[in-house]
């Protein structure tokens, strides 16, 4: 992800949660030393993104989301299979991120990746009063690129993550 691709990023985070991420947040985000930013882009349009920080041998997923008219469609699971082969690769071994209880399409999703449900923070997100549940990944094997009818190799498909 560069500064480029920040308005669609934007427009994306917008559509996608009650309290979104302002641009501030993104931009700190591209320069801070310890984040990484991916965008996943099909044929110049940005599908989706994620974003996560490693510390020592621990990666901390912050935010990830797949354009609304491009979800159900593999991205998401592609995007977060990268993020623990990259923080793999960066030294990471143990993965963890926070999600709403009631966003169980996320939870589904970061489950299929390998991800369990490790712990629980009470009244997490302030605006409802809603926990977060933990997940956590250990000491992943390197997960395959998976190969799926709608998520085939990202280089044949006119997708690159960046
Ligand atoms: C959650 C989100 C990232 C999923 O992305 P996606 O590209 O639609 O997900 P995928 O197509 O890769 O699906 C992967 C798995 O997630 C689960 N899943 C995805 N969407 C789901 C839904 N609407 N309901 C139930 N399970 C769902 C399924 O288990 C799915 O695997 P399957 O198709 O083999 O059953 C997407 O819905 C999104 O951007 N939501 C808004 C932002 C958000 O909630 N981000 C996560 C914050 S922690």
């Known amino acids: 992800m560069t500064e480029f691709h920040l308005p669609q990023v934007l427009e994306i985070e917008r559509d996608s949660f009650v309290l979104p991420w302002t641009e501030k947040l993104f931009v700190e985000g591209l320069r801070s030393p310890i984040t990484t930013n991916l965008v996943l882009v099909e044929d110049g349009v940005v599908g989706a993104y994620a974003v996560f920080y490693i510390v020592e041998d621990e990666a901390?997923?912050?935010?990830?989301?797949?354009?609304?008219?491009?979800?159900?469609?593999?991205?998401?699971?592609?995007?977060?299979?990268?993020?623990?082969?990259?923080?793999?690769?960066?030294?990471?071994?143990f993965f963890f991120l926070e999600v709403r209880e009631s966003n169980s399409a996320a939870q589904r999703l970061y489950g299929k990746a390998g991800f369990v449900t490790v712990g629980r923070r009470r009244n997490y997100y302030s605006e409802t009063g809603e926990d977060a549940l933990v997940m956590c990944l250990a000491a992943p094997e390197l997960p395959e690129a998976p190969e799926t009818e709608v998520c085939g190799p990202i280089q044949n498909r006119g997708r690159k993550v960046v």
């Open 60 to 93: 901390h997923i912050l935010n990830v989301a797949v354009r609304r008219n491009r979800r159900n469609k593999g991205l998401g699971f592609y995007l977060v299979t990268e993020v623990v082969r990259r923080a793999e690769q960066a030294g990471a071994r």
